[in-house]
């Protein structure tokens, strides 16, 4: 079946950087768009981040256009999230997700990882 | 950015009974609306895509409706597993999308 899970958070200061990754299984890994989603605690959803399923194009959320960066490597099915000049209002629960549609990306999430905390403190 | 409105914040219904939940766009998302389902200590899943379409394994009491700016999730006789977070999402301001706040279903 379709598995996500999501790996690198912990606690990290402001201004510094984060990584963190998504290991995929039970599906195509290299057809798919893939979608960061990030949900602050006792918040709602947020989407951070898309990328096709080549790489080639990537979309960020404007609250993080500049600071994050989304990647991939089809070739170790995994998903990246590289986060610099972390700030306190970047805590949250950052989860990866497929995008339903098969080729370009149709932004609905139809599979979800458990989710990977990064937090921000001093 | 397009602004989603769910409504009401928090629902209150016994099991059977069934429930409406409402999402309001600030601009036509046309048909592009999803609906997810939050359980506490767990990943949303993916109910309800494109206004109506239910996703792979969602019974069938689930249901979404409308177009345009006004959305309905309805549930037709609510299950004990029913009780959860509710979230809107739309797609059509890609790549800008943006969830509703959530509305939350509670036993009454």
């Known amino acids: 079946q379709v598995q996500l899970v999501e790996s690198g958070g912990g606690v990290v200061q402001p201004g510094r950087s984060l990584s963190v990754s998504c290991a995929a299984s039970g599906f195509t890994f290299s057809r798919f768009a893939m979608h960061w989603v990030r949900q602050a605690p006792g918040e709602g959803l947020e989407w951070v981040a898309v990328?096709?399923?080549?790489?080639?194009?990537?979309h960020h959320a404007d609250s993080v256009k500049g600071r994050f960066t989304i990647s991939r490597d089809n070739s170790k099915n995994t998903l990246y999230l590289e986060m610099n000049s972390l700030r306190v209002d970047d805590t949250a629960l950052y989860y990866c997700a497929k995008d339903r549609d098969m080729g370009a990306a149709g932004y609905h999430f139809d599979c979800w990882g458990q989710g990977t905390l990064v937090t921000v403190s001093s | 950015e397009i602004v989603l409105t769910q409504s009401p914040a928090t629902l209150s219904l016994s099991p059977g009974e069934r429930a409406a939940l409402s999402c309001r766009a600030s601009q036509s998302v046309r048909s592009y609306l999803a609906w997810y389902q939050q359980k506490p200590g767990q990943a949303p899943r993916l109910l309800i895509y494109d206004t109506s379409n239910r996703a792979t394994g969602i019974p069938a009491r689930f249901s979404g409706s409308g177009s345009g700016t006004d959305f309905t999730l309805t549930i037709s006789s609510l299950e004990p597993e029913d009780f959860a977070l509710y979230y809107c999402q739309q797609r059509s301001g890609w790549p800008s999308i943006t969830f509703g706040q959530g509305t939350r279903l509670e036993i009454k």
């Open positions: 990328i096709s399923s080549d790489g080639r194009t990537k």
